[in-house]
């Protein structure tokens, strides 16, 4: 149940607290699932529920305080946590808003996350109770939140070396697991079911497709249509470990690998090792951005950029964009992500996942090989 | 990649249009998964991604009109949607909202859900600049979607029973999948594998726990102790097929069973007889809480319900409570999962998942055995 050391908390409240006081922020309040997690521990699929909403205050000085429903508080109590306040949730009448209304009391200026790749998850009704009744302020806190979030400790860092080798067994595996003739969603079963034999816990994201030379969009779910020779399947995995993602896909050549497709996995190829070569701590991910983006020869794709942070969730801050001026830092895990418009219409997508270092970044994932592997 | 015919999402359509009609609503706007799916049919596990905004918007008059990054417009073209508009995302300058406040313009009051069970998924900030530069108001229309949604298509009962029957027969391989020995995680990813292989497309929910005659809490992850003689061992699965959840617990006893646990499960199967009994249209939720509640002799336990709604999400409107008084309808899908707090401490919950009709409750699980099952 504990997937940390309780130093690894602590560690993560200091920084929030001092971040807090250079913000002059006298507490921050979360209520989404990757920051209650980061900052309590507290890990259950139990948010696939829309429910109740669960809260946690981390003061500028002082303990975290937990306001949740009374079903979470035996898990609660397995963290590091000792400040627990429960009601019986759901409850129509109040869920918990004059709870934390009162656990925020004599706070002036608390900080919330509200900008980018946020959101609410509470009615925003409550929020609107709970925000008249307030007699302070709420200040997007996001920049905080990102920048504690982004760099990842040794003990993360571990997680996450073990799912991304997980996902890259499994994708090791696929000439067992795919064959011509095999409906795209069995494909998709049996892929799921190689990454929970070696040892996802689960696989909250797998999309991917297959088309002959390429195929139409990346974020679908599979048709029942078989794999036909000179397809190209693509499958991107979000598998997970403890509550850390890997997010990487590979192309497979079924039967044979039609030239447009050899020549775009080329492309796609060299723009990795481009990004690999560009990603150093010092760098900004827009010239990560460039580097790909120059590799690829210019033109643009509709994915909106090339590559993210990577951790908690299937994507994080940064962005590969050329607007993001975020500076790798060690410690960072991002994917490398170049997707290419074909002449035919269809596209192709490359995704490794790496970590920044002082020197040259290490790969999380197992690289993909040079030439579109044919199965 | 279609889910449902034309027809059905032509009726979600009228149906809504009418009650806004009756609201006095000029449009609806939705930004989150189960509503933009429910009326578009767009379907993906992108929304794992946080990172960009998704909006669909439903005028009184008219056909649907879809907001959302460019990344899904492929996707969202082989829905029924003809009226999509896309940008560039994410783009921290303006990540859809002035393109969402142009197909707004000219609305003077426009549903958003805001209540019970919630949440806005889009950056707060962006909504508030949102709501500054729309000249209309947002009124909470959390009601209507309840409505609209609790009561499911002869389509939708057809993958909700799918979808009940794939969890039952891997629940029926219990005796081939559980072991005394097992670690209690390698338990969950057995069974996860066996969802899989029955036919589920992913298992976005697996809770559970084991102990000795009765277990802790029921939302927690499985820890990696082994499971023991005299275990009481329970796992609560939310698979999904095409997009809709089983959401129901089976309880085994490892090895023996102690006479402390074969009372528990026999009050609860009793319990759920009763429910059964009073799970009638025309009757209320408070009616079939208090039939469990006096089952169960009284008592309260931390769950805070005796059972919730089912369909596309995990948990859906109503809630099985003392307060809720929706009615029950022929067509409403729901969960009948009384709880108890056990004299030693520990808890036992079960669960099963029911079709209202005119007459008596079909069942879509296949009924839990009457005693206590030994493996």
Same mark, same amino acid.
């Given at each position: 149940?504990?997937?940390?050391?309780?130093?690894?908390?602590?560690?993560? #409240?200091?920084?929030?607290?001092?971040?807090?006081?250079?913000?002059?922020?006298?507490? #921050?309040?979360?209520?989404?699932?990757?920051?209650?997690?980061?900052?309590?521990?507290?890990? +259950?699929?139990?948010?696939?529920?829309?429910?109740?909403?669960?809260?946690?205050?981390?003061?500028?000085?002082?303990?975290?305080?937990?306001?949740?429903?009374?079903?979470?508080?035996?898990?609660?109590?397995?963290?590091?946590?000792?400040?627990?306040? +429960?009601?019986?949730?759901?409850?129509?009448?109040?869920?918990?808003?004059?709870?934390?209304?009162?656990? #925020?009391?004599?706070?002036?200026?608390?900080?919330?996350?509200?900008?980018?790749? +946020?959101? #609410?998850?509470?009615?925003?009704?409550?929020?609107?109770?709970?925000?008249?009744?307030?007699?302070?302020?709420?200040?997007?806190?996001?920049? $905080?939140?990102?920048?504690?979030?982004?760099?990842?400790?040794?003990?993360?860092?571990?997680?996450?070396?073990?799912?991304?080798?997980?996902?890259?067994?499994?994708?090791?595996?696929?000439?067992?697991?795919?064959?011509?003739?095999?409906?795209?969603?069995?494909?998709?079963?049996?892929?799921?079911?190689?990454?929970?034999?070696?040892?996802?816990?689960?696989?909250?994201?797998?999309?991917?497709?297959?088309?002959?030379?390429?195929?139409?969009?990346?974020?679908?779910?599979?048709?029942?249509?078989?794999?036909?020779?000179?397809?190209?399947?693509?499958?991107? +995995?979000?598998?997970?470990?403890?509550?850390?993602?890997?997010?990487?896909?590979?192309?497979?050549?079924?039967?044979?690998?039609?030239?447009?497709?050899?020549?775009?996995?080329?492309?796609?190829?060299?723009?990795?090792?481009?990004?690999?070569?560009?990603?150093?701590?010092?760098?900004?991910?827009?010239? $990560?951005?460039?580097?790909?983006?120059?590799?690829?020869?210019?033109?643009?794709?509709?994915?909106?950029?090339?590559?993210?942070?990577?951790?908690?969730?299937?994507?994080?801050?940064?962005?590969?964009?050329?607007?993001?001026?975020?500076?790798?830092?060690?410690?960072?895990?991002?994917?490398?992500?170049?997707?290419?418009?074909?002449?035919?219409?269809?596209?192709?997508?490359?995704?490794?996942?790496?970590?920044?270092?002082?020197?040259?970044?290490?790969?999380?994932?197992?690289?993909?090989?040079?030439?579109?592997?044919?199965?």
């Amino acid at each position: 149940m504990i997937d940390f050391e309780l130093a690894e908390f602590q560690a993560r #409240l200091e920084r929030a607290q001092a971040a807090m006081a250079a913000e002059k922020l006298d507490a #921050l309040l979360f209520c989404t699932e990757a920051e209650v997690r980061y900052f309590s521990g507290f890990r +259950t699929q139990f948010w696939q529920s829309p429910t109740r909403p669960w809260f946690l205050i981390l003061p500028r000085g002082g303990a975290p305080v937990a306001v949740i429903p009374r079903i979470g508080a035996d898990l609660m109590a397995k963290t590091w946590i000792e400040d627990i306040r +429960t009601w019986s949730s759901p409850n129509p009448a109040d869920d918990g808003v004059s709870l934390l209304a009162a656990a #925020l009391k004599g706070y002036a200026r608390v900080g919330l996350p509200m900008g980018a790749e +946020t959101s #609410l998850r509470m009615p925003l009704s409550d929020f609107m109770t709970l925000r008249a009744s307030f007699g302070g302020a709420f200040v997007d806190c996001t920049a $905080l939140v990102k920048s504690a979030r982004m760099v990842k400790s040794a003990a993360e860092l571990a997680i996450l070396r073990k799912i991304c080798g997980i996902g890259s067994a499994a994708f090791a595996r696929a000439p067992d697991i795919f064959h011509a003739g095999q409906p795209l969603d069995q494909a998709f079963r049996a892929f799921k079911i190689a990454l929970l034999r070696e040892g996802a816990e689960d696989v909250p994201y797998l999309a991917g497709a297959a088309g002959q030379g390429g195929y139409g969009d990346v974020i679908s779910p599979p048709s029942s249509e078989a794999l036909r020779e000179n397809d190209v399947l693509m499958l991107d +995995t979000g598998a997970v470990l403890r509550g850390y993602f890997c997010d990487f896909d590979r192309n497979f050549a079924i039967g044979r690998a039609p030239d447009e497709a050899k020549s775009a996995y080329d492309v796609l190829w060299r723009a990795s090792e481009a990004g690999l070569a560009a990603a150093r701590a010092g760098a900004t991910c827009r010239d $990560l951005y460039r580097a790909m983006h120059d590799a690829l020869g210019g033109g643009t794709s509709d994915v909106g950029r090339y590559g993210h942070g990577l951790g908690m969730q299937l994507t994080e801050w940064p962005s590969i964009c050329a607007w993001d001026e975020t500076v790798l830092q060690p410690g960072m895990t991002i994917t490398l992500e170049p997707s290419l418009n074909m002449a035919s219409g269809k596209m192709m997508v490359h995704e490794e996942n790496i970590l920044i270092t002082e020197g040259a970044p290490q790969l999380l994932s197992e690289r993909a090989p040079p030439e579109l592997p044919v199965i």
